[in-house]
């Protein structure tokens, strides 16, 4: 029971990433449909973001209420059929309407799992936990691709809407699994269901610049999954279909990295493996930088950005019972979320109109500013808490 359990969270986390990666590959083509800018993309990507924000705020409340099973599969089925709307949208207006369920299911699911995951299981866990994560995003571009080349866009978000929904009946089907850790969840004891809150959070030494770190990777992070497509179209001049296709690499990179890093794990500490991966990421920024016609060295730094950003999501959470305690854990884990969230938020649609109004060609410097600003913000923490 213990490993099927593993193994359901795995999938609810290969779901959770399966719809990370379609916008930016498809919007390439989904712009020149609609007849819209380039920017316009950072507008659904804020949106969704927003409703993720307002969800991870709210998911110490809905976990302790009704549990972490049911927050999995109703954040499923509400992605699934956000989705499905997405394959059906004619415009750009109802693509917005629907960037907010879609935002608020990723939310949930992200908080409520990464603390479960963090209480329960060892760093190992946590990384091939967003290993999957890796995998949801690997799929997606390559669904996307195939729907390129022989369908349309609609089609690959339909695609990507059926297996969601599978994967939610999937779990709704086993919500007895999650009884083996039951009594190690605490959820009726008088302690574990005390309510922090966010300001009872923001008090505890070392969280504000662990979140302001946070919101850094993540507006780095997700500026490389929504413009990497457009910046090899736009800078480097492939065509939309193979810059879909090798969007891929950067994910590749990244479910990769947090395979191989589960096993460091067993050598290395959080911060040390987080000062691997930033180098590594800055090294596949550099390359990306690099001004020659070819195309080669900014795939390679794709991949390799991919690569280096692979450990310091999960390294982060992962630390954070053991740097703040168990029993705060879940409220700053939401509340990490949705500084992520909000980093996802702002800052790539602010690169699309930055882009709009000068050049894409400033992809990797964003990357590359805003990993040395996380990797600066994770020192500070880690020095406040181990102060204590």
């Known amino acids: 029971m213990y490993t099927l359990l593993l193994a359901l969270i795995y999938l609810a986390f290969i779901s959770l990433g399966l719809p990370d990666s379609l916008l930016g590959t498809a919007w390439p083509v989904m712009r020149i449909e609609f007849g819209l800018p380039m920017s316009y993309a950072g507008i659904i ?59 608020l299911g990723a939310g949930a699911i992200d908080a409520a799992l990464n603390n479960y995951v963090a209480v329960h299981y060892n760093s190992r866990h946590m990384s091939w936990l967003h290993c999957f994560w890796g995998v949801g995003t690997i799929i997606s571009p390559y ?16 695609t990507v809407s059926v297996i969601q929904v599978t994967i939610a009946l999937i779990l709704l089907c086993t919500l007895g699994v999650w009884r083996v850790n039951a009594k190690k969840d605490g959820l009726d004891s008088e302690g574990s269901s005390r309510i922090i809150g966010i300001s009872g ?22 500026i490389a999954m929504l413009w990497s497509a457009s910046y090899l179209v736009e800078a ?35 911060g040390a493996i987080i000062r691997i991966g930033t180098a590594v990421s800055a090294v ?74 000068s050049t894409i060609k400033l992809f990797p410097i964003f990357i590359l500013g805003f990993t040395a600003l996380m990797i600066v913000m994770v020192e500070i923490t880690a020095k406040k808490t181990s102060s204590d």
């Open 201 to 222: 959070a923001l008090r505890i030494k070392g969280v504000p610049t662990l979140l302001f770190g946070f919101f850094a990777y993540c507006a780095a992070e997700a």
């Open 284 to 357: 596949g920024a550099l390359l990306v930088i690099i001004p020659i016609d070819s195309p080669i060295t900014a795939i390679v730094g794709l991949g390799l950005i991919g690569l280096g950003f692979a450990p310091i999501y999960p390294s982060i959470i992962h630390s954070t019972p053991a740097n703040f305690g168990k029993e705060n854990s879940e409220a700053i884990i939401g509340i990490q979320m949705a500084s992520a969230y909000l980093g996802t938020t702002l800052m790539p649609p602010l690169f699309g109109v930055i882009a709009d109004l």
């Open 45 to 103: 990507s804020m949106i969704i973001s927003g409703g993720t924000i307002v969800s991870s705020l709210m998911s110490e409340r809905l976990t302790k209420k009704l549990g972490t099973p049911a927050v999995t599969v109703a954040s499923v089925f509400l992605t699934a059929v956000s989705l499905f709307g997405f394959s059906v949208s004619k415009s750009f207006l109802p693509l917005c309407f629907l960037a907010v369920p879609y935002g």
């Open 236 to 270: 480097r001049g492939l065509s939309e279909e193979i810059a879909a296709s090798l969007t891929s690499l950067f994910f590749i990179g990244m479910t990769l990295g947090r395979f191989i890093n589960g096993f460091l794990t067993a050598k290395l500490q959080d």
């Open 143 to 158: 669904v996307m691709s195939l729907a390129l080349t022989y369908s349309s866009w609609n089609t690959g978000y339909l």
